[in-house]
């Protein structure tokens, strides 16, 4: 977070009972302490607070991968040095990343010649990937527009409303409008029809999300390409689709290999994924590969030459470190195909086990697809006397992270819980988890239920008038009581 508060106005100090070993003062929480302490003391101290930090591979709501074999963790550590920027300094570093560039591109079905290199570039994740690929629509549209002697300040960008927060990021950071399809109940990916017929002649792309953050599913890009395919025909213009592959772009190559979604879709012209979600990397990587050469603007790639030799640079930000290409090289040549494949059909499996024991509770409605990233999405099927947010809270106590949240608009009435299968989430965790869950809802059955707000909420004039009638009849009580003696 950008912005940060202080949690307790009382507690200003940092108190350790292990490092009182080695220091006996407490140290300042918000202000660096105007002394050293020895390093021991540090480390106590900080051990101790994390301590309370929740177990990453029980925490249920998150795509990052959060398991990597202990030689991966080696290089990383080896790695931890190594600036990535200064390509001079570290040409395999360099190396590296163009062949995971390249890989990748060959994965998505760039259509690439016998020799040819790809273009793509390697990101701190898929929010940064997405913010370039939205900034190569928008310079591309521009530069066409401008040729044309056509207006060229007022773009706009075609989404769902499943969307994840960060192409909300890019449309407010670079003053992009924001065209969002809303979702219905059952129905929570965006429309490809719906999609199309908000396309304008301002439309710099539609984005399509192989993977919804919400129950991850797949949207229909096969469809929203072929139907704006026919609707730039008719047209003239020439709307591009973006892929965000976030989530998804690592699963369908190998669980779903004859879905069409990628660059064997004329319109596509660039993908994002995250290499820290299903590409199996630890938080901090991400990718982004363009069709062509023709669909980076060249006027957005920067050359310096002051770490060394000409750099070219196509980045939000600048220094980072090089451990998470590394580590993401690893994962491409460790397992290949057969071994990503293995690992997603593991992921799927489990989802399914997880899924058919929610179902004979007979408690849930499942709300996420069997095709998809393999998550379990679900809703309870009565929640006038307790609620999805209960659930969540309960199994807190077991040590399960499990998220529960609204949908978005014009179905924010449906509350969901979610549970992402990750590689290092066994067979044996899911149907424990199942188990947990059923304790709860036990618990919960014992409970008196809770007051519905969504049930019992009132308008605003309705609880003036509740106010008014009781005023009303404690003025008329009072006054046939006027005469009493108290």
């Given amino acids: 977070m950008v912005l940060s508060k202080i949690s307790s106005q009382s507690d200003v100090s940092i108190h350790s009972t292990f490092a009182s070993r080695y220091v006996r003062e407490s140290l300042p929480r ?20 994390l301590m309370l930090d929740g177990k990453p591979r029980l925490n249920l ?28 300094e570290y040409p395999v570093t360099t190396e590296l990343q163009n062949r995971c560039v390249n890989m990748i591109a060959h994965l998505f079905n760039a259509p690439l010649g016998e020799s040819e290199a790809a273009v793509g570039v390697g990101t701190v994740g898929s929010s940064e990937a997405i913010m370039l690929a939205g900034l190569a629509f928008k310079r591309k549209w521009q530069n066409k527009r401008k040729a044309q002697g056509k207006p060229y300040n007022n773009p706009n960008i075609v989404t769902g409303a499943n969307v994840q927060v960060c192409w909300e990021k890019f449309a407010r950071y670079f003053e992009v409008e924001l065209k969002e399809v809303k979702l219905t109940e059952g129905y929570y990916v965006m429309d490809p029809q719906k999609a199309v017929e908000m396309v304008d002649e301002n439309t710099i792309c539609v984005a399509a999300i192989l993977g919804s953050t919400l129950n991850g599913e797949f949207e229909d890009v096969k469809l929203l390409n072929d139907l704006l395919l026919q609707k730039n025909m008719l047209t003239g213009w020439d ?36 290499g820290h979600k299903y590409g199996l990397v630890y938080a901090g990587v991400g ?18 030459n002051y770490l060394g030799t000409d750099q070219p640079t196509f980045t939000l930000n600048f220094s980072k470190g090089s451990s998470q290409i590394i580590a993401q090289y690893y994962q491409l040549i460790r397992l290949g195909h057969e071994g990503y494949r293995n690992v997603m059909e593991n992921c799927h499996e489990n989802a399914m086990v997880l899924k058919q ?9 499942i709300v996420s697809k069997d095709i998809g990233v393999p998550l379990v999405a679900f809703s309870l099927k009565d929640n006038t006397s307790h609620t999805e947010f209960e659930i969540s809270d309960l199994l807190r106590r077991f040590g399960w992270i499990v998220p529960a949240y609204t949908m978005p608009a014009d179905a924010q009435h449906i509350t969901v819980l979610r549970v992402v299968i ?23 059955d014992a409970l008196p239920a809770k007051i519905n707000a969504n049930v019992l909420k009132k308008t605003a004039i309705q609880t003036q008038r509740e106010i008014t009638t009781y005023w009303r009849q404690f003025v008329i009580n009072n006054k046939s009581n006027k005469n009493t003696i108290c």
């Fill in 30 to 49: 918000y202000r660096m302490p105007e002394n050293s302490i020895p390093k021991e003391a540090a480390f106590q101290i900080i051990n101790d607070e």
């Fill in 61 to 88: 709501a998150s795509f990052v991968t959060t398991w990597m074999e202990p030689e991966c963790d080696k290089l990383i550590m080896d790695a931890m040095n190594k600036n990535y920027v200064d390509m001079d």
């Fill in 239 to 274: 709307t591009p689709i973006h892929v965000d592959a976030a989530s998804g772009g690592f699963i369908a190559p190998f669980l779903w290999p004859e879905l069409e979604w990628d660059f064997r879709l004329p319109l596509v012209k660039s993908i994002n994924v995250s």
């Fill in 287 to 304: 990718w982004n590969i363009w069709r062509s050469k023709e669909d980076l603007p060249d006027e957005l790639i920067f050359h310096i």
């Fill in 357 to 365: 024991g929610l179902e004979k509770t007979e408690r849930f409605n």
């Fill in 422 to 444: 990750r590689e290092d989430f066994s067979r044996t965790l899911a149907e424990r988890l199942v188990l947990d869950i059923t304790k709860v809802l036990h618990d919960l």
